[in-house]
């Protein structure tokens, strides 16, 4: 208690042995006694002596050190809020973005209300920078750029709409298809559209790059991340470095690259050079580098998952701040809690269900140096399109069967649909039903005719049933919109006028039945980023030239004895 004419705790105390229940003093009402201070002291049994100087003197002391204390602590605070503040809008100020526009179409929600990811992801080759420039080259007689340059990286990256696995497929720059007519809303430059290399679409600006990609391969694109020359360079400085392997000594001589047989960690111009080898790997093609740029994303992606890299607040600030400055991006992810956000979702996914494979290509007929979508690719296209996984839950590739059985904990095996016609058009349930069991629905389905006209088309299902109600929705392409619980029991499903044809639902918000993943993955060079151990297998044909002689790049590395590998 504080006392009511000196304030200060401990500056004087009162007896509670002369206090009775229920008694008033004068002390208690406030009242001073007379003789003033001196005299309240005596009442109360205080002395104004040494001792209690002191004990005085260090309760005002230990006041002022709190004083202070706490003014200090309030600064802090402020000081961290503004500078976090300062942060957050110095990242954001970095980002560069551009409208979409709607040019890679609308994505489609599943069974359960949820959407993929879709990412077209480029890696630009213009020079419209001095420091483009240098890393480059090509300079010399053109002098820094301006407008867009070629897409020479290209990858789709899906992310599937429950987050548990992801597709990352690169299309070879090289690949010859129809650019669609586009205008840059930027520099104004414009195309009636052409038939032409893919990764030209980017001089006309990434939307219609975006566009044409989405016009080849059928696939929705939400969004876009545009990087340089200069930007592979921060990214991978930021990480502290990224491990490769090389099957042989390369030396590239067009992209520098020279590193001795085994592992390297690569960082700035290293990297840099690494990705962009074409020469180096394969067979010397685009098709060679698409393998060994998966080679590079899958590390880095590893060094991402490993214990401390994003725990660390440098680590952090660094990466953050580094990617910021090297992407533009679409709007939808022109601000950090978007790229957050998105970092977020990508990291939901295991190393192991991260699948990489590169576009089937054939020979263009027309030019050997150019090639056209091959045999496979379309079912490519449709496992991504349709938000399939190319890996089961271990890791292992994927099969068409196992893509339905894996969308519930219910085996389409034991799940049984009466299927009841409510159109009106003779045959319509028996459709549906013959493609639920070619699927692998339980041969326990049968057909019926609805006891009145539909006009749209419902699944209901009993208590305890939704998970198998899911599955079927999933299987023929119906939204959750269509989905209602029951009192009964089993699965039953009404063809409404909605559906008068065809075995998937005309007005689908989801995705279409399971494509066939084995197709979809031959000769695609597929692999999962948690394949730690595979190495960036060197050319063994003569794609180098070292002093105008021909040779293969082993021999290159070593006839340069003198020059220094990159990573040193």
Request: include cysteine.
């Amino acid at each position: 208690m504080s006392d009511p004419w000196d304030g200060p705790v401990g500056q004087a105390t009162r007896s509670r042995s002369a206090r009775v229940s229920g008694q008033r003093t004068a002390e208690s009402q406030g009242v001073r006694p007379p003789g003033g201070r001196a005299a309240a002291r005596a009442v109360t049994g205080n002395s104004t002596g040494p001792r209690s100087r002191r004990r005085t003197q260090a309760v005002r002391s230990g006041r002022r050190v709190l004083k202070i204390a706490a003014t200090c602590l309030s600064v802090l605070i402020l000081a961290t809020a503004g500078a976090g503040w300062w942060f957050y809008q110095h990242l954001n100020g970095n980002i560069n973005s551009l409208s979409l526009d709607g040019k890679g179409g609308t994505e489609k929600a599943d069974a359960f209300g949820r959407t993929p990811i879709n990412i077209l992801v480029m890696g630009s080759d213009g020079r419209t920078s001095a420091a483009d420039c240098k890393l480059g080259g090509g300079c010399s007689r053109t002098g820094v750029q301006s407008g867009n340059g070629n897409a020479d990286v290209e990858m789709v990256v899906h992310i599937s709409a429950d987050r548990s696995n992801a597709t990352v497929m690169s299309i070879p720059r090289d690949t010859m298809t129809n650019i669609p007519a586009c205008k840059d809303s930027e520099s104004g430059q414009s195309t009636a559209g052409y038939y032409g290399q893919i990764n030209s679409a980017l001089q006309y600006g990434p939307t219609c790059q975006v566009s044409t990609v989405h016009q080849l391969t059928g696939i929705t694109i939400d969004h876009f991340v545009e990087l340089d020359f200069s930007g592979v360079v921060k990214m991978s400085d930021a990480v502290g470095g990224v491990s490769v392997c090389v099957s042989d000594n390369v030396y590239d001589t067009y992209s520098h690259l020279k590193l001795s047989k085994g592992t390297h960690t690569l960082k700035g111009e290293a990297a840099l050079e690494f990705v962009r080898s074409r020469h180096g790997f394969g067979d010397g093609s685009d098709l060679g580098r698409t393998v060994s740029q998966h080679i590079f994303l899958s590390a880095m992606i590893r060094k991402f998952k490993s214990a401390g890299t994003l725990t660390n607040p440098t680590a952090v600030y660094d990466l953050a701040d580094a990617a910021t400055k090297a992407l533009t991006v679409d709007d939808g992810l022109g601000s950090v809690g978007k790229l957050i956000g998105l970092a977020a979702d990508l990291n939901k996914v295991p190393a192991k269900r991260i699948t990489f494979t590169t576009m089937q290509t054939s020979p263009d007929p027309g030019n050997s140096n150019r090639v056209v979508v091959g045999a496979g690719a379309k079912a490519l296209f449709a496992t991504i399109a349709g938000d399939q996984s190319l890996t089961t839950g271990s890791g292992k590739k994927s099969s068409a069967a196992s893509a339905t059985a894996t969308a519930s904990a219910v085996p389409a095996s034991r799940i049984a649909v009466t299927v009841e016609n409510g159109t009106g058009i003779t045959g319509r349930a028996s459709a549906v039903a013959t493609a639920l069991t070619d699927q692998g629905f339980s041969s326990a389905t049968t057909t019926a005719n609805a006891p009145s006209s539909a006009a749209t088309t419902t699944l209901t299902y009993g208590t305890g049933q939704r998970a198998e109600a899911q599955t079927v929705a999933k299987t023929l392409g119906l939204s959750s919109a269509h989905l209602e619980q029951s009192t009964g029991t089993g699965l039953t499903l009404v063809i409404g006028a909605d559906w008068p044809s065809g075995t998937t639902y005309s007005g689908s918000t989801a995705s279409p039945a399971p494509a066939d993943t084995k197709a979809a993955t031959s000769n695609a060079n597929a692999s999962t980023a948690d394949e730690s151990k595979t190495c960036a297998e060197v050319s063994p044909y003569r794609t180098v030239s070292l002093d105008g002689v021909a040779m293969t790049p082993a021999q290159a590395y070593a006839a340069a004895s003198g020059k220094p590998d990159s990573d040193e």
